[in-house]
């Protein structure tokens, strides 16, 4: 499994609306092959929020990656945000799943 960590900065005033945008703009990337879940995280006092993707194999990332790209500008730009990193990860251990 492999993850797609994107870190953004949103103004703090701003954080309830970039969770429910990001939230949206999550169901461009759900239906494709290949995803296999993911998280909006968000601090309320300095507006720090990151998206997580999970995805079953790297074929899947990377054939995920236009979509994913346009909605994670789209969703950064609706809310006044920026997107400061995107990173690639192998999920080495999932925590409560035992392996």
Known sequence: MLARVARYEVEAERIDDAVRVFGEAATEVEGLAGF????VFADQEDGRTMTVTLWDNT??????????????RKAAEAV????????????????????
Request: glycine share 18%; hydrophobic share 35%; aromatic share 6%.
């Open 80 to 99: 006044g945000g920026s997107v400061l990193s995107v990173e690639k990860f192998e999920v080495a251990h999932r925590l409560g799943s035992g392996s």
């Open 59 to 72: 074929a899947a990332l990377e054939n995920s990656e236009p979509t994913a790209g346009r909605a994670r």
């Open 36 to 39: 296999a879940g993911g998280f």
